[in-house]
């Protein structure tokens, strides 16, 4: 079965801390994954877009990784700030068609001033 | 830029009644899903439409149906609500299928099922 899992489910750091949110899937034949925010009482935003060809996407302060072979992705954010508190997100897509993508649980992420 | 609009926002339900959550979208996108977000789950997809006048099952259907009359529109429908239907909603279209294309997500629909 396709599984998509996020550890730790809730994370805090202090400001200015680099941090690493891990995603980790089973099946390692995927399409795509993609990395999403999600801020309270809103909606889902795409961050960042890995094709299974790529090893790395960046945006900003996000670099998002991607380690088929064992399973894994990270993401990546330099020199947090408190705007980035919000809850991360990975979705794997393992084919084109609707019905093929995975949502993680999330990770809820707290910069402290 | 609208993008993806959920209405309503909030609603609380008797066990029993039957509502309506309507999803609307200016992208000129082809394709629309409904998930629902439960705590520590992720987001599971209910239905979903590739195009107007079409709709088809996702991972979660049951207790649920729904329509897409317009291009722009797709409706989801509780027929006899139930609490284990208490959930937050999310609409999401987009022009490709979802596994090749990037989703933009409506700000969500909070229901409650007393």
């Known amino acids: 079965k396709q599984e998509v899992t996020q550890i730790p489910a809730a994370l805090s750091v202090p400001e200015g801390e680099n941090l690493v949110l891990n995603c980790s899937f089973t099946?390692?034949?995927?399409?795509?994954l993609q990395w999403f925010r999600q801020d309270p009482g809103k909606g889902l935003t795409s961050l960042l877009l890995?094709?299974?060809?790529?090893r790395e996407q960046t945006s900003g302060r996000l670099n998002a990784s991607l380690d088929k072979s064992s399973g894994r992705s990270t993401l990546y954010i330099a020199a947090s700030q408190p705007g980035d508190s919000a809850t991360y997100l990975c979705?794997?897509?393992?084919?084109?068609?609707?019905?093929?993508?995975?949502f993680g649980p999330g990770t809820s992420l707290s910069v402290i001033p | 830029n609208a993008g993806v609009t959920q209405t309503p926002k909030f609603r609380v339900l008797k066990t029993g009644q039957s509502m309506t959550l309507l999803c609307a979208q200016d992208m000129n996108h082809e394709y629309m899903y409904w998930y629902r977000q439960d705590p520590g789950m992720g987001l599971r997809l209910i239905h979903y439409s590739v195009g107007e006048g079409t709709t088809a099952k996702g991972e979660v259907p049951d207790g649920y149906n729904v329509s897409r009359l317009k291009k722009q529109n797709f409706l989801l429908g509780l027929e006899s609500a139930a609490p284990s239907q208490t959930s937050v909603y999310f609409c999401a279209s987009s022009l490709r299928p979802a596994g090749a294309n990037v989703l933009t997500f409506g700000a969500g629909s909070r229901l409650t099922v007393l």
């Open positions: 890995i094709q299974s060809s790529q």
């Open positions: 099946d390692s034949a995927i399409y795509n």
């Open positions: 979705a794997v897509s393992w084919g084109t068609s609707y019905d093929k993508v995975i």
